[in-house]
T-cell receptor
Framework: DGGITQSPKYLFRKEGQNVTLSCEQN?????MYWYRQDPGQGLRLIYY???????QKGDIAEGYSVSREKKESFPLTVTSAQKNPTAFYLC????????????FGDGTRLSIL | DAKTTQPNSMESNEEEPVHLPCNHS???????IHWYRQLPSQGPEYVIH???SNVNNRMASLAIAEDRKSSTLILHRATLRDAAVYYC??????????FGAGTRLTVKP
């Protein structure tokens, strides 16, 4: 089945450590996104990519980095500069960077040890 | 930025219709109205979207006020699987989505 796969489902980070969250899609979508969700709140955009080898900062990009070397993959690195990384991270994709619906993965829950 | 206002929570009985309201009084002419829902510990799921006319799909109906300052998501027969947080979102600049806190829908058997 086509869809978006995020891994791992749960991730623990030590202080000062960088961690990378995986997001893979087989929908042949050009655009991909990363969101952060804190308890009881809506989603906030971290980064987005309109096309391979291109990405743009969202509302809360500080302390995060991304790459888009392949169309199907959009990994997110949470760096040690992100002082409050504990959250639920969601990856999404859409056919293109337009008003098309976004398809979401099931998320990665990141916690600090 | 155009914002949306939704009730924090609503309750419904199973197999009854549910009307979820959303106010967006500062909507601009090019903003689309999107609805997503999110089950616990899952990613959001697209439900429906529209610009000016009412819209129907297999999941729900979207009723948009004539002045576009409000809209209503209609679930025609609520099931227990419809219990989720429902987000009303205005999409401007063709893409950017701003998620608020949404409405938590509880469906009682």
């Amino acid at each position: 089945d086509g869809g978006i796969t995020q891994s791992p489902k749960y991730l623990f980070r030590k202080e000062g450590q960088n961690v990378t969250l995986s997001c893979e899609q087989n929908l042949n979508h050009d655009a991909m996104y990363w969101y952060r969700q804190d308890p009881g709140q809506g989603l906030r955009l971290i980064y987005y990519s309109q096309i391979v080898n291109d990405f743009q900062k969202g509302d809360i990009a500080e302390g995060y980095s991304v790459s888009r070397e392949k169309k199907e993959s959009f990994p997110l690195t949470v760096t040690s500069a992100q002082k409050n990384p504990t959250a639920f991270y969601l990856c999404a994709s859409s056919i293109d960077y337009s008003n098309q619906p976004q398809h979401f993965g099931d998320g990665t829950r990141l916690s600090i040890l | 930025d155009a914002k949306t206002t939704q009730p924090n929570s609503m309750e419904s009985n199973e197999e009854e219709p549910v009307h979820l309201p959303c106010n967006h009084s500062t909507i601009s002419g090019t903003d689309y109205i999107h609805w997503y829902r999110q089950l616990p510990s899952q990613g959001p799921e697209y439900v429906i979207h529209g610009l000016t006319s009412n819209v129907n799909n297999r999941m729900a109906s979207l009723a948009i006020a004539e002045d576009r300052k409000s809209s209503t998501l209609i679930l025609h027969r609520a099931t227990l699987r419809d219990a989720a947080v429902y987000y009303c979102i205005l999409r401007y600049n063709n893409n950017d989505m701003r998620f608020g806190a949404g409405t938590r829908l509880t469906v009682k058997p």
